[in-house]
């Protein structure tokens, strides 16, 4: 089988998904799919208005299918699905069902791998059904988690003869390694769908798979443990508080240092009020590149100065956050040392040596873990737990990714609330 590049039009507003299946369309696309958002969102009309803007493209309904499989694959092919998409997970029966549907409508029948435990198992029970494609696929959450898409395709791709299609994260860089690994359908979202040009980025994709070769790219990837770092320094702390759902923020701090980012794991103090020897001692204890954050108990006097950022500089350190005070500011800004503090003044306190480094502390609100990662620009300081760094990271480069798509759809004439049909979508 010839290989085949599928776009997932995963939107919630039908316009979006037309006029980027346009741009696809210019691209090359192979075969169009209204995502599930897009189904669940505009219901099958999504389906009829994508027939009827390209009558002779292959038109994929990905319905995810859990139950009464005939009814609702019925209806997908009478809105002018070609392949409807049903869960693995699903009852035999309801895949039978699905199947019976597709041969009375000249429909074929695609089932979905999501989920299941043991998907070599299943894809050899399913391929016995008599189904046309196999659908292996690394859902949202699992790619903002870094999982490798592949990991399944190698071992399902040498165990069955049906078409596999794979979907997951894919980009310009890895989809001639999804040929590679054994697919014949390739299946993109993100990586034309929040393109600036989807049309280049559709061509550059076909590119990619025709002569199976990797293209870089700078967006659409998602990273492990070692790539975090990267992403949290292209990211801002507005893209990451939208990816946790407006937690993390500290709230109420003063940027010292303006126009240099904030980016590292933290090494916890805290301290009395004016105390300053803890604070001191942990520049001595800190790795390269992290982040002195410091509860002082969001009061005066000053618990860092001039010479501790002279310290800090010297040891490679990325930062400090203080729930109190600081001063010398204009030798700090002088030496570009990213530094937010609650408070700022020119009385320091004494180094009494009470406190402790390398505990859990609470900074305005907020619980911070030695190992956490923060992140800090003009707009203020995020706090990202170590157990989630690598999910948030990727999350928050999903935000980014989409408000560019965004911003290029104002710039062509519409504008913010007409894209997002902010009305639609108000609370009634």
């Known amino acids: 089988m010839k290989p085949i590049l599928q776009i997932a039009l995963d939107f919630v507003n039908l316009k979006r998904a037309l006029r980027i299946a346009e741009a696809a369309a210019a691209g090359g696309i192979d075969w169009l799919e209204a995502g599930t958002p897009l189904i669940k969102s505009e219901g099958l009309d999504a389906v009829r208005q994508l027939r009827r803007r390209f009558p002779h493209y292959t038109i994929v309904a990905d319905m995810k299918i859990m139950d009464v499989g005939r009814i609702e694959a019925e209806s997908a092919f009478k809105a002018g699905a070609n392949i409807v998409c049903v869960l693995g997970v699903a009852d035999d029966s309801t895949i039978r069902e699905c199947k019976e549907a597709a041969e009375n409508y000249g429909g074929k029948v695609m089932v979905d791998l999501i989920g299941i435990a043991e998907p070599l198992k299943r894809a050899k029970e399913i391929e016995k059904m008599g189904v046309d494609y ?32 794979v979907a997951g994260g894919i980009n310009s860089e890895t989809a001639a390694g999804a040929i590679e690994a054994g697919t014949s359908i390739v299946i ?25 070769k990797i293209i870089k790219t700078k967006l659409f990837k998602r990273v492990g443990v070692d790539g975090i770092i990267k992403i949290f320094h292209k990211v801002s702390t507005a893209n990451l508080s939208d990816a946790m759902h407006r937690a993390g923020e500290i709230k109420g701090l003063l940027r ?39 509860d002082a108990g969001g009061v ?12 800090a500089v010297e040891k490679g350190l990325a930062g400090v956050v203080i729930d109190g005070g600081i001063r010398d500011t204009s030798e700090i800004i002088k030496l570009k040392f990213p530094a937010y503090a609650r408070i700022i003044t020119p009385t320091a306190g004494e180094p009494r040596g009470f406190g402790e480094i390398g505990i859990p502390i609470n900074v305005g609100g907020v619980k911070v873990f030695s190992g956490d990662w923060v992140i800090g620009d003009e707009d203020g300081v995020v706090v990202v737990p170590q157990k989630k760094a690598v999910e948030i990271a990727n999350r928050a480069m999903d935000v980014l990714e989409r408000e560019n798509r965004i911003r290029e759809e104002i710039k062509a004439g519409s504008s913010l609330s007409s894209v997002t049909e902010l009305l639609r979508w108000e609370k009634k």
């Open 188 to 212: 993109v979202g993100g990586a034309i769908i929040k393109a600036k040009d989807p049309q280049r980025a559709t061509e550059t994709i076909k590119e990619a798979i025709r002569n199976k």
């Open 300 to 311: 005066g006097p000053a618990v860092w100065g001039e010479l501790a950022t002279h310290s």
């Open 134 to 165: 196999l659908g292996i696929h690394t859902s949202i959450d699992e790619q903002m988690r870094g999982r490798d898409p592949f990991f399944s395709l190698r071992k399902i791709s040498q165990a069955v003869d049906i078409p596999i299609a």
């Open 256 to 294: 010292i240092t303006h126009r240099v980012k904030l980016v590292g794991p933290a090494l916890t103090v805290r301290t009395y009020p004016g105390d300053w020897a803890k604070p001191v001692e942990a520049v001595d204890r800190a790795k390269k590149g992290e982040v002195v954050v410091i």
